[in-house]
């Protein structure tokens, strides 16, 4: 999917929601233990409970990879369902891969040829030969870790040379690497404030911006500080929607709370004059 | 596998060898191409022929995750044969993986619960908390990316704040969240010179240093800036062990080659007297 029929979608479904999959086996309800692929089976009532308010699915790989080769499974039968029945949904590897080219480009490989995911989320810290493998297949993109949700973010993504910060320097210095049509960003929501510094980098790409919901980052925030014209953003909840209730009514809730995010959303393009 | 216990498998073994089981189908003998699991018939071939040189095996995660499911299994055979066969083995799982917490704890059970890794790389650019759950083990380790052996090191790793370069600060803020005892860190062969630097500030960590053979970095070098009064070194070599050769004698090739290292090896640890 390129950076036009993305927005494209935006428009269409009104809304930038982007679902986080991480279907904790430990978390799935109760019920849906006794069937044969449980990760699979939660994934497929939520996919087709939310889809029509969201443009994104993300899997984080951790969570079947603790399942082991099963759990490979569940993945792979996960976004061939997605990409059969919802063919226009973005779906993103949340895999935080990275290493040497000859390396990366087996991860590229696994996620981006093997399995139809649009996009893989990335670490920078090794740098142009570690990311650039992942580029090289038309229409897909890398999504790069710049400043993340989590509290550990303060430890080394501030580091600061000639007042540039380290995540400021990822931001930049990619700017070699790919184009707003090739690449986005994470931008936690948890630090919504810092996304006005951020789009003086990028003011044209997209983010992704993990952290409303369970982290406490607040849409309305990440929208006035991070939309642009294209709008610009993919905003990620996981736990909030997926993990809504335990009961055999999970994936209604799901649903509910997609809608109200995705009329949330709504408002804010209609703000933003977008839609 | 503790510190100590490493140490001593390296004067047992007069080595302080670690083998990259980067097993690219690709290139593995085409007479194994017809066998039931061909990436693990490889690997046990490999193994069987080096072990007697080797303290540590490394399968790089890329290698089998690009093979989906069955690359999965053809990994966990792997290691459970190492680690049945060849207990002593130190085994480190090259993943270089890292998210935040709550994810990073997924990918700790995958690596160090469900499978019997010593050990997994972890990318560093997150911080804290998606470092800290792989350290809830005994006797199991994180390697942290410090200076890595590519290229595209120098775009991040050398950004400097108060005469503190990125890797400097990697180094010394992760001293707060393990200790020698388990965490060590990823120093790559062709940045050798810069060991003097590293043992400044972690004199007696434990290092896995790539990029000896396929990359280009010296033994020597590497064991004259980087050993320790403990060895402190697991150096490295994939390619021009496992893919010495590509024939039935690829087995063979294999053995020489890391009889070779070890040779190298022994000197250097009997140079510094610690055998």
Redesign the interface.
């Known amino acids: 999917m390129n950076y036009q029929a993305l927005f494209e979608q935006i428009k269409k479904k009104r809304s930038f929601l982007c679902v986080g999959l ?1 279907s ?1 086996i430990k978390k799935i309800p109760a019920h849906l233990l006794n069937t044969e692929d449980p990760v699979f089976e939660f994934n497929k009532a939520i996919v087709d409970a939310t889809a029509e308010f969201t443009v994104a699915y993300k899997p ?1 790989i ?2 079947y ?2 399942l ?3 759990g ?2 569940s993945l ?1 039968k996960t976004v061939n369902y997605i990409k059969e029945n919802y063919s226009d949904i973005f779906l993103i590897a ?1 895999a ?6 000859n ?2 480009k ?2 590229a ?2 996620f981006l040829e ?2 139809p995911f649009d996009s893989i989320t990335v ?9 650039t493998p992942f580029l090289e297949y038309d229409n897909k993109w890398v999504i790069l ?1 710049a400043l ?10 501030f ?3 000639n007042n540039q910060r ?1 995540f400021e ?2 931001l930049e ?1 990619s700017q070699e690497w790919g184009t707003k049509e090739n690449m986005m960003y994470v931008v936690g929501a948890t630090k919504a404030e810092m996304l006005g510094d951020i789009r003086k980098i990028v003011p044209e790409h997209f983010l992704l911006v993990p952290g409303v919901g369970a ?1 406490g980052g607040s849409l309305q925030e990440v929208a006035k500080y991070g939309m642009n014209n294209a709008c610009g953003l993919l905003v990620n909840s996981s736990r909030g929607i997926i993990f809504a209730d335990s009961s055999e009514k999970f994936a209604e809730a799901a649903k509910e709370e997609s809608r109200k995010l995705q009329e949330e959303m709504e408002l804010l393009l209609k703000e933003k004059s977008l839609i």
Request: one cysteine or more; a negative charge; charged letters at 30%.
């Open positions: 991480d904790d984080n951790a969570f990879e603790c082991g080769a099963k490979w499974i792979e949340d935080k891969r990275g290493d040497i080219g390396t990366s087996m991860y490989s696994a093997n399995m670490a920078p810290y090794m740098g142009e030969d570690s990311v870790l993340t949700s989590n509290k550990g973010a303060f430890d080394l993504q580091f600061e040379q380290l320097r990822v210095k982290q």
